[in-house]
């Protein structure tokens, strides 16, 4: 069993990677985001309280989203790994899920940190805008409070994982297959 993080800011291409990952070595795609989303969807009073941080560019409290990562990977009974992207978000969640997996004698196996400076990710999340109709990726302001907020709370996880030997940063920008390649060639070591 392979267990990974995908980190990076929002808009590093978090999910497209993902989603090239798991069709080449069949991992279980656990992105917080779109559980969200789609609580949100359902209108339910849960979703509600989501929406209200959710759009803001605020991160939903720990407590809650640990319960909801929790639940989630619950569900699944033999899998081959799992890439938990955007998920920790913060060191309380982080915490947790070495806590959470030690309870099943699993680990996270690296963390694989995609790099991309401000600049380029303003203008991608600006694009990813206007495609998806995301609403916290519209607002000027949204996305600069998302930035500072992974800034603030998040970016520090790599301290952590780097403290346990875990850490692989690979470089974000360049071609979709440039990255993918990059990233496969660290999964290969593990
Ligand atoms: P994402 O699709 O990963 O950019 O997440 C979209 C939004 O969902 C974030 O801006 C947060 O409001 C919320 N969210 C996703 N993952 C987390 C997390 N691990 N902790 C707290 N909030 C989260």
Redesign the pocket.
Known sequence: MLNIILFGP?GAG??TQSAKLIDKYAFTHL????I??SIKKSGSDLGKE?CS??DK??????EL?IRV?EAEVNMHIHPVGFIF??????AA?ADALDKFLAGKEWKIDAMIALEVDDEELRKRLVLRGKDSGRA?DIDPKTIEN?IQ?YKRDTAPLKNFYEAQGKYRGVNGVGSLDEIFHNICKVIDTL
């Open positions: 929002p978090k999910g992105s917080t985001g779109d969200f989303r989501v941080y959710m560019g605020n991160l939903v409290p720990d989203t990562l992207d955007g998920f920790p978000r913060t969640q916290d998302r907020v």
